[in-house]
């Protein structure tokens, strides 16, 4: 049922140019049901959101700390979900997750905006 309801949903990534977008490969081996649309600006993921909010997958290592604060803040003003992945550093309350951890979390924060 979660597989279902996710395919409906779109999500949003910045990954780190510096990686040559590996996490970004790694959720699409892990989620290949999902609408995945890569950003490799916060410009260009802030515009994407925009647009629609969506789930945004933030990659850790794709901007310093001080930005990845005020991103996070914007994305949540637009309505968007922020999720950073490949950190356990808080950041304005967001879901971390490593790439390695259990993702039930992302079905189900998908699930609750479906409804």
Known sequence: MAVDRAKS???VM???VEYDGHSAEIV???RPDW???ICSSRAELLEAVLERPAMVLIDASALPI???QRTIHRLKIVGAMPVILG???AVDGCPMLE??????IL???LLDASR
């Open 9 to 11: 949903h779109r999500v």
């Open 14 to 16: 910045l990954a780190s």
């Open 28 to 30: 699409r081996l892990r």
């Open 35 to 37: 609408h995945l649309e």
């Open 66 to 68: 001080a930005s990845l």
């Open 87 to 89: 950190t356990r550093r």
């Open 99 to 104: 790439l390695s951890d259990d993702w039930t």
């Open 107 to 109: 079905d189900t924060m």
